[in-house]
Nanobody, 116 residues
Framework: QVQFVESGGGLVQPGGSLKLSCGAS????????MGWFRRAPGKEREFVAA????????HYEDFVKGRFTISRDNAKNMVYLQMNSLKPEDTAVYFC?????????WGQGTQVTVSS
């Protein structure tokens, strides 16, 4: 069964912006903290950002604070990640899941490549 469908990735120059989207077909989406994760080449998947079920509380890892913004639309079961001031080290496959990352299967993710 498809749980998460991520989109919006691409190739962008350093300093550029992208907005990722995730459609989540999970029960009780509106009651779930949702999160974005990423896996860079040769590295383990890591947490990026999370948003509470009502969207009033957000949390970011230090390496994206001030540059990325997570948001959600509970009416559409969608989660978004606005990424600004992108750096080459942001290059990764980005995934969404619940905030704890405990729902399987994970989606395919969306590739973000930051390069000049």
């Amino acid at each position: 069964q498809v749980q998460f469908v991520e989109s919006g990735g691409g190739l962008v120059q350093p300093g550029g912006s992208l907005k990722l989207s995730c459609g989540a077909s999970i029960e009780s989406f509106h009651l779930s903290t949702m999160g974005w994760f990423r896996r860079a080449p040769g590295k383990e998947r890591e947490f990026v950002a999370a948003i509470s079920m009502h969207g009033d509380i957000t949390h970011y890892e230090d390496f994206v604070k001030g540059r990325f913004t997570i948001s959600r639309d509970n009416a559409k079961n969608m989660v978004y990640l606005q990424m600004n001031s992108l750096k080459p080290e942001d290059t990764a496959v980005y995934f969404c899941n619940t905030g704890s990352g405990n729902v399987t299967p994970w989606g395919q993710g969306t590739q973000v490549t930051v390069s000049s």
